[in-house]
């Protein structure tokens, strides 16, 4: 039997849909592998959401809008925009650019829908499944991954300091300065904690740690990604000893900049590590510490009670959370940052227009911003819209555009699809082509997915991405 | 019957070790090594990336050291795109790299590797509250006070304490406000006052400690390896620039050459235990974790760039290195101990480069960036960072995106030696299958005399991947299965 592939259409309820119906009733032939979903306006689909669809099972997705021109809304050109930018996403995490379509359908045009739809359903075909979840995952689709907000625990008895322990995984000690700028001599925390583990700081072993109870720890606080069976060991082993288990900074939170290993792909990654040593390793026994798949943030594998987003967690935010959480003040699951936009606080806010718009794109390299001015009115990709606030626009202070270190705001799925459809708006409203707009952007997924990319659960590379050497 | 020792995790320094004794059927010592068992990648994921972003996802290799990266990063940016920062955007970002160098030596002074020394004894708290608590609560006003100073300053420039984001190709990102010049001023004195007032301590503390009497002098921790520095023009002590000097285990000038010239002289092997990579100089070749002059085995860092340069760059750090050599009977300095000293003589050179620097007239002029016109192509950059030489290499298309990334980091470069102290050590700590926990320490505190950055040793991710990934709780049970089908390995 022929290969018969899911595709997710989204249609736009004022345009899309009604050729849908029309097609139904003309008795135009067209695939029932469509799946679609009505939406008011298709300027309304988050790039999350078709990322999901991928995720969830799709082979292919269609976004089937108004004409941009006839888009009562002004909705279907970010659409258009947005489209222009996955694609790029896709085919960099080796995903064909045609298995996401967009296409400008209007009303009364029926026969136009049944043959986009044969089209890409013909074209989907031949490329084959995609497996999206089992590769993005690195296990199976049908074990769901850990709930985010774990069932509430005891409170602890209120008669002793809580027991505290500090890891890292596959991290760069940033956060444990940072906690080290809070508690500069210890005694700040000594006073209202017994620090029970702490490698950077103070002598412990693991052995002490497995020595413990389970539930024994008040407070455990991981920063780092989860890259190597090792670290996935002391999540597991800091999940069972503490009563809490907070995710600090943003690669246990979202991954970090360790999840753009999941770009490359880790055979790749191995090869560029070996080129350049002159050495073949003798066989040996001896094997180095074994590596997972994928980089993932932590709460992919255990229940996380808590998250201090951050890169590293800035003073004011870290401050705040590790007063709650000492207080035992975090009953349930919480992102301990302010909710909102940086945008809203933004230094510059007064400066950003009243109908923001890119209309070119421009690079640090080959143009010194403006100090004054909204980093995305200049053509810069800030990412303050689709960042959560807390650092006060530290990056922004010092004439630096915002790259999303405090991951997304409350209520965005993550933090480049967040990015992704604050460019995708930014972009219909400059007017210009742009699709080709988007086309230009030099290096998309490390445009928005700087610290991001394990979060957003994408595909390691599924092609060899050429034989290149690491080395220069 | 062989069994192992397995001190888990190494503590107080910069990431993840393990030190894994082997011992024999007598209980000597078959093997010792130290492993690091933590990788994320950088070479790799960073290909495809815009060049400029560098100096700030590079920061991210170590959250100890990110403004040695950032600023070797931004050098090498300059390099790539064969462009000349401004004078006052190259003395921003020094004033920033000395404040950075002077506090990161106190944190290995103060927290990390320097109560070893300072806080003796069995059982002892050894950690910056058990220094505090043998010598008092004045040096944790001073050390806390001394840090929060150089931290603030460097906020201030770099947009916050931890990583940093201003430097960029050809310069900086913005003029260094007025209110900032005013405070690095105001700060620099009591900056080398408490470098000074740090090896006064040192002196008086760490010199009089058991640890220190029992070790110094050990054969146990010698290496009699070669050493690696940058030099600047009058071969003085120069943490931002100058050219590769490497003597040899007599003392001897062995090489000298410009920076970007580093791959005709060093090499790197690989161990099949290790995820790091371990360089070697070429010209004599890898003969295994031994030191003498036919290794290839060489150290950089606070001990190696005393033992290369022939002078400090500054007037009462040179005092200091005049009195250390003396005390050690002249250079090359082998013994691993002494890293500790040489670290605060370079944390003095450091805060009197921050006085000199803050009161510049030229570092608050307004230009502080040339924005780059040739197109970029390869580019080499170079620090020497607190744990020693930091080299970052560029290759990129027409557009800027990056093709080739090579990072050649001090920790690594510091690998093969470390093996071999902590080899030493252990062969001479553990007898008849014993170890008391005092030999223990002390077989970690020859390793953390390094003050190791594994974080940064294993920034490349090498090795063969697994096929399947079985993560068991402590009894037993599956928690998740991670694979990895074979359908998706690139063929070779």
Known sequence: MAFSPRIVAFLCEGCSQHAADLAGRERRGYPQALLPIRVPCSGRIDPGLVLRAFRGGAEGVLVAACHPQDCRHGGSSAAEARCAILGRLLEALGIERARLRFEGIGASEAERFAAVARDMAATVSALGPLDYARRALGRDPASPPAEKAPRRRPSRSTHRLPRVAIHWNAACGGCDEAILDEFPDLSGLTERAQLVYWPLAIDGRRADVERLKDGALDLALVSGAVRLQEDAEWAVLLRRKARRLVALGACADTGGVVGLGNLAGAAAIARTARSGAVRASPASAREPAPLLPMALPLSELVPVDAVIPGCPPPPEVLRAALERLLADEVPAYEVLAPPRALCETCPRRATRPERPALVELRRLASHAPDPERCFLDQGHLCHGPATRQGCGGSCIAVNMPCRGCSGAPEGAPEPGAAMIGAVGALLAAGGLESASLAGGLADVAGSFYPYGLAAATLPEALRSEGEEEGGP | ?????????????????????????????????????????????????????????????????????????????????????????????????????????????????????????????????????????????????????????????????????????????????????????????????????????????????????????????????????????????????????????????????????????????????????????????????????????????????????????????????????????GRPVHATLAFHWARLVEALQAAEMVERLANDPELGEADVRRIPEAAPREGVGVVEAPRGTLIHHYRTDERGLLTGVRLLVASQQNGAAMQLTVRRAAAALVRGGRAEPSALDTLEMAYRAYDPCNACASHALPGEMPMEVIVRSAGGAVVQRLSRRIDREPSE
């Open chain 2, 1 to 329: 019957m062989t069994r192992r020792i397995v001190l888990d995790p190494v503590t107080r320094l910069e990431g993840h070790a393990r030190i894994e004794i082997e011992l024999d059927e007598a209980g000597e010592v078959a093997d010792a090594r130290v492993v690091i068992p933590e990788l994320r990648g950088f070479e790799r994921f960073c290909l495809g990336r815009a060049a400029e972003e560098m100096p700030r996802i590079t920061a991210h290799v170590c959250g100890v050291c990110p403004a040695a990266h950032h600023i070797a990063s931004a050098k090498a940016l300059d390099a790539l795109y064969g462009v000349t920062p401004p004078p006052a955007a190259r003395k921003v970002r020094d004033l920033y790299y000395h404040l950075f160098l002077l506090e990161d030596h106190a944190l290995h002074f103060y927290y990390l590797g320097g109560p070893d020394l300072l806080v003796g004894g069995p059982d002892a708290l050894r950690s910056i509250a058990g220094v505090v608590a043998r010598l008092g609560q004045e040096v944790g006003r001073r050390v806390v006070e001394a840090r929060r100073a150089a931290r603030g300053i460097m906020s201030e420039i770099a947009g916050r304490a931890g990583h940093p984001v201003f430097a960029l190709p050809g310069g900086i990102s913005r003029p260094l406000p007025a209110a900032t010049i005013a405070r690095a001023r105001e700060a620099a004195p009591g900056l080398v006052d408490f470098a000074a007032y740090s090896l006064d301590l040192f002196d008086a503390a760490a010199r009089e400690g058991a640890a220190w009497r029992a070790a110094i002098d050990d054969e146990a921790f010698q290496a009699r390896t070669h050493y690696a520095a940058l030099v600047g023009p009058e071969d003085e002590v120069s943490f931002t620039g100058g050219t590769l000097r490497v003597v040899d285990p007599d003392g001897r000038e062995l090489a000298r050459f410009a920076p970007e010239r580093y791959e005709e002289h060093i090499a790197e092997t690989l161990e099949p235990w290790s995820w790091v990579r371990f360089p070697y100089l070429s010209a004599k070749g890898w003969k295994g974790f031994v030191d003498g002059p036919e290794s290839g085995v060489y150290r950089v860092g606070p001990l190696a760039r005393i033992n290369v340069a022939a002078r400090m760059a500054t007037p009462r750090a040179e005092a200091a290195r005049a009195r250390m050599l003396e005390a050690l009977r």
